[in-house]
Each structure stands twice: as structure tokens, then as C-alpha cells.
């Protein structure tokens, strides 16, 4: 309990650190910026993202100012999503004793959206206001304009939400009130009304009635703005047009595999990798061999007798490679490649290359270099993690097969480095917490070159020389 403490204590304090960083660097920069929302604890606790808004000619130095941040704060800037066409996502993630620590920036200039434009960068950095603890906020009425038009446009609210609705409301109840009609109908104004003025019981019938229109409300607040003019809408659609190709040229996403003989250490590692990164991606999915919808689930099984079946003839050994490649071609272009473009992390716990290093386990008694051929023409992951360690090693944590076999596995495994452009041999016998850290080490520099490409900034900032994914 108390170590648990700790983490939780040390995480808070590296996450105030790089916040007050990058409050330090826009005041010194002189950028104008405002924090939108969720900032009454700021910067002792910080449980989510930080959301802020920018003027739209800042949008340019954004990237070498955060980049800025993450080398004051000894973080690595790991990703850079544009979500929206006037909004970016931020991740900086900082490496410590096996633990990541990580700050979510998540800027926004005007707020444009289905042809309507819902605010100004200029009005909100005009009225924007200090805050106790030295950064600056909005005016109370436009944090409840903001948090009020996020949360109806999404049709979702739940108990915590409609707290912070109501508190911004009190905050300022005269002008927010005003806000508020001028924003929805009438009626639908009313509703809201009677509810934000129930001292914040969610569960009152007045916030039952809005929870139960939600779905009106929101499309009574489109209706309700005028929309924009149609050369703006044309601009905004090409603009919208551009980000999605860019995010399909540029996917988010990272594609990891591991391989390594049984009792290497596989699924120990995979399981801390991925609950550490999990805050890089906007989800995680993990899969045991194949790609695919039902490969979750499949294979999953420990071998306790991976060599107990009999080799497969060759005729019936090409018919199964054959299969076994296809499920990879359509299984990485309909399944895998979507996840990816939608920041997916993906893990697979063994790949097609497996085959080259244990064809027994696969009962394939066919040409390994036609094997070797196909695989080379399949989606090749962004990092390979080959986890080695001696076979007396291998041998005192499973006895699956004969000493003999796992000295001919190390060397076959090692030997499959060179069928991958970024293949990295990670050596398994150490203490775990260190295997961790190489292997975190590792996706945390990969991420952040490639972040650092995307975003054409120099690698002198952190020292960094550029590979290509």
C-alpha cells in the first residue's frame, strides 16, 4: 500500500513538473493561451487531459513549443495526433524506474465543427482571466459555454459532468445564464436551468428530464447557430479532407511483435509493456499469432507439448502456409491497418516469422525459404522485441523441449533479427524491471523520432539521430 502510494505521489509530481514547464514556456514564448477546462486542481492533480485553446496563427509554433517542454521537463514528445481540424493532441511521456509518467496537452484555436462555428480563439483569449495558481482560464461564462457545448455535441453526461456544469454555472450565474439562451431555444434553455439550479443532485428529476432529452437538446443547439458561410464551409471541408489523408498516409498507431522461444519471458514482458504505454495510444489491442477480429482468443492456450504432433507432408504444409499467409494479408489490411490509422497500439505475441525459428511447432515440414519469401511481403511491424537468453536459462523455466532444441531456437530466433528493418535482441536474463526498461526505452525513442519527422523539428533538441519507421 504504501510503495502503491509512492508511485501515485512521485506520478502527481512529475506530471506538475512538466505542467508548470509548459505554462513557463508559452508565458516566456508569449503566447497567448487559455485553459478550457478541468483546471481547479491544477497543477497538483492532474487527471486528465490538459485542454487549452490558442489563437490560430499559434497552431505553427505549438509543436517546437511542446518539444520545448518535454526536453525541460526530461519527458520525450511521443505523439502528435490532429483530431480536428483546429485541434491537436499532445503526449508527453517521461521514463522512470520502470513507470511512465505522462502529460496529455490538447490544444484548440477556433472551434469549428459540422458548419458551424461554436467559438472564437479571440473572444476567449480576450476575457480570459488569472487563475489563483498563476495560469490563465476563461471567463466563468465562456467555461460553461465550452464545457456545455463539448458535453451536449458528444450526447453524454453523466453525474460528474453535470457537477462541473453546474459549477461553472454558479460561478458567474447571470452571464451564463445569458449564454445559455442564447445558445439553445427557449424551452430547452429552461430545462437546463431548472437543473443546473438543483445544488448539483444528478439524480433530481429536473436532471432525469435532461439526461432523457439529451438527444433533442443537442440537435435543437445546431439549429439554434447560424451556420457559416459557404466559402467557409468549403475551406473547413478541404481542411477536414487534408487531416484525414494525412492521418491515413501518417498512422498513430504503433504495430509491436515479440518472438522468442517458450519461457523467455513473452507474456510477463507484453503484459507491463502494454499497460505502460496504454496512455500513448487512444486504446490497445493485443493478439497471440494472427491478425484479426477472432485471433484474440485463438492459440491462446499454453503449449505444454509444442512438438507432440507430427510434421504435416509438403503438399499439405504449402496449403497451410498459403492459408496461414493469406489470414495475414487480409487480416493486416481490414483489421490491423484501420487500428493503426485510430492510434491503436497492437501487440502480437508471435508472428508469421515464427514459423522460421520453430517449424515443428507448426508442423511445416516445407521450404523455409519460400516461407522466409512470403514473409517478407506481408506488413512488417514498427518494432520487433527478440527475447533472448541461454538455453540452460530457457531450459530452468520450461522443459517443453530438449536442451539441444532450445540452443538450436536461440540461434534461430537471433538469426530472424535480420528479416525486420527494426529488430532489437533483448537479453531476458536480468531482473525483469530491467527488461522492462529496455524494452520501454526502446518504443519511447522509436516514438518520439517519429514524431519528431512528422513534424519536420530538429533532432538537436534532444539530441536524437533520425531513423526511418
Not at 487527471?47 to 509554433?61: E, K, R, T
Not at 515479440?258 to 509493456?273: C, W
Not at 508442423?363 to 519469401?373: D, P
Request: proline share 5%.
Amino acid at each position: 500500500m504504501a510503495l502503491n502510494q509512492h508511485l501515485v505521489e512521485a506520478e502527481q509530481a512529475s506530471k506538475q513538473e512538466m505542467f508548470e514547464h509548459m505554462i513557463r514556456v508559452f508565458e516566456t514564448a508569449g503566447m497567448p493561451y487559455c485553459l478550457l477546462a478541468g483546471y481547479d486542481s491544477f497543477p497538483q492533480h492532474i487527471p486528465s487531459d490538459v485542454d487549452f485553446m490558442v489563437a490560430p496563427h499559434s497552431n505553427a509554433q505549438l509543436p517546437a513549443l511542446i518539444s520545448s517542454i518535454a526536453q525541460a521537463s526530461g519527458a520525450s514528445l511521443v505523439q502528435y495526433i490532429q483530431h480536428e481540424t483546429t485541434a491537436s493532441y499532445f503526449v508527453l511521456a517521461k521514463l522512470k524506474d520502470n513507470h511512465i509518467t505522462y502529460l496529455h496537452p490538447d490544444s484548440s484555436s477556433d472551434y469549428h465543427r459540422n458548419g458551424k462555428r461554436w467559438l472564437l480563439a479571440e473572444h476567449i483569449l480576450n476575457n480570459r482571466r488569472r487563475h489563483p495558481n498563476g495560469f490563465w482560464i476563461p471567463s466563468a461564462a465562456d467555461a460553461f459555454s465550452y464545457y456545455l457545448i463539448k458535453k451536449l455535441d458528444k450526447g453524454s453526461l453523466n453525474a460528474l459532468q453535470a457537477g462541473e456544469l453546474t459549477h461553472r454555472y454558479h460561478e458567474d450565474s447571470t452571464s451564463c445564464r445569458e449564454r445559455l439562451y442564447k445558445l439553445l431555444p427557449n424551452n430547452d434553455a429552461a430545462l437546463l436551468e431548472a437543473a443546473l439550479n438543483v445544488d448539483k443532485v444528478f439524480n433530481a428529476p429536473e436532471w432525469r428530464k435532461v439526461e432523457d432529452n439529451l438527444a433533442r437538446i443537442k440537435q435543437a443547439m445546431h439549429k439554434n447557430l447560424e451556420p457559416i458561410s459557404w466559402r467557409e464551409r468549403w475551406l473547413d471541408w478541404l481542411a477536414e479532407a487534408q487531416r484525414i489523408c494525412l492521418r491515413i498516409r501518417e498512422p498513430t498507431g504503433l504495430h509491436i511483435v515479440f518472438l522468442g522461444p517458450d519461457g523467455s519471458g513473452k507474456s510477463t514482458l507484453i503484459s507491463a509493456v502494454m499497460q505502460q504505454l496504454s496512455e500513448s495510444f487512444r486504446s490497445v489491442e493485443y493478439r497471440h499469432l494472427r491478425p484479426g477480429i477472432h485471433s484474440k482468443q485463438s492459440n491462446t492456450e499454453p503449449a505444454t507439448n509444442p512438438h507432440a504432433k507430427p510434421v504435416r507432408n509438403q503438399i499439405s504444409s504449402y496449403i497451410k502456409l498459403m492459408y496461414f499467409w493469406s489470414q495475414y494479408l487480409v487480416g493486416n489490411l481490414l483489421w490491423l491497418y484501420p487500428r493503426y490509422v485510430r492510434s491503436t497500439l497492437i501487440v502480437f505475441d508471435r508472428y508469421f516469422h515464427d514459423l522460421l525459428a520453430d517449424p515443428i511447432r507448426y508442423r511445416y515440414g516445407g521450404s523455409l525459404n519460400l516461407a522466409r519469401q512470403l514473409g517478407r511481403t506481408i506488413t512488417q511491424p514498427d518494432l520487433v522485441f527478440i527475447l533472448d537468453a541461454p538455453a540452460e536459462v530457457i531450459q530452468s523455466r520450461k522443459q517443453e523441449v530438449s536442451l539441444a532444441e532450445s540452443v538450436r531456437q536461440r540461434a534461430a530466433y537471433q538469426s530472424l533479427a535480420k528479416e525486420f528493418s527494426n529488430a532489437h535482441i533483448i537479453n531476458t536474463n536480468q531482473p525483469v524491471e530491467q527488461v522492462i526498461n529496455d524494452v520501454l526505452t526502446t518504443v519511447l525513442e522509436f516514438l518520439e523520432n517519429r514524431t519528431y519527422q512528422r513534424l519536420h523539428l530538429s533532432p538537436a533538441i534532444k539530441g536524437l539521430s533520425l531513423c526511418k519507421p
